[in-house]
């Protein structure tokens, strides 16, 4: 039999959990429709109430679970509720992966078709269906711009661009990186800890361009001068003899 003290506690404690689910739900309203939820946002908060909370939102129809833990709150239009796009939940759920592949690729133009996927790279995989993850470590890139590590990773990969030859897309991040005025140095910085490759083609893309004497040095003291990188390029690299580059 329950005595008043144990009812007390009860009537607290759905108190407690009542005044918990309005704080997560005011907080995703006032944010407004279009944004992901998880456990992160609502730190000061017990984990097991906003998980428990968030999931009986979803089951009330108001958000929509996108995986395990992660929630959307969706915009209401004339087509239908929004869904977010793979970019927006790799930025919640991988804050610190790099879009590469294919998504590189595309925004580089060296290729016209959109991507159906979103690939990153990053320190740790990802489960959702709409996102390819390549695990590797990144921690050298710390600080880089993202146009910055689409260069490297399509340099990487040079080779394996659909529909563009090695000529071509060696041409056109030339041209990018002009058109844009990135600089040299802080590629070659970052290439540093790539594969021999990349190091190669941006110490000869340096020297067509432009980038210092000692960022040269260090790139080219990093590269074994018996190795030969047979990548089928031709006359879009000026200087690439001198990096050992066919």
């Known amino acids: 039999m329950l005595n008043w003290h144990s009812i007390s506690s009860m009537k607290e404690l759905n108190s407690k959990a009542h005044s918990v689910a309005k704080t ?4 995703i309203f006032s944010k407004g429709p279009d944004r992901l939820w998880n456990l992160s946002d609502f730190p000061d ?10 999931y009986r939102l979803y089951k009330e129809g108001l958000l929509i679970r996108i995986n395990k833990g992660l929630y959307y709150y969706p915009k209401k239009t004339a087509l239908g509720s929004t869904y977010p796009t793979p970019e927006m939940i790799s930025k919640k759920i991988l804050p610190k992966g790099y879009t590469s592949d294919y998504v590189a690729f595309y925004n580089l133009g060296l290729i016209n078709q959109v991507p159906s996927k979103y690939s990153l790279i990053s320190e740790k995989r990802t ?3 709409s996102i390819k993850t390549t695990r590797r ?9 993202e146009q910055e590590i689409w260069i490297l990773n399509a340099l990487m990969k040079i080779n394996k661009i659909p529909g563009c030859s090695p000529d071509t897309a060696i041409n056109k991040i030339k041209h990018y990186i002009k058109k844009n005025k990135m600089s040299c140095d802080r590629l070659a910085k970052y ?3 790539e594969s021999p490759r990349v190091r190669a083609l941006i110490g000869a893309i340096g020297d067509e361009i432009g980038f210092s004497t000692k960022i040269r040095d260090r790139l080219k003291k990093s590269l074994n001068p018996l ?6 390029i031709n006359d879009m690299l000026k200087y690439g003899k001198g990096w050992n580059i066919d």
């Open 24 to 27: 997560i739900k005011d907080k």
């Open 45 to 54: 908060l017990s984990p097991q109430a906003v998980t428990k909370t968030l």
């Open 127 to 129: 489960s959702i269906d």
């Open 137 to 145: 470590n990144i921690s050298h890139l710390k600080g880089a711009l």
């Open 191 to 193: 290439a540093l800890k």
């Open 227 to 232: 190795t030969t990188f047979k990548l089928g």
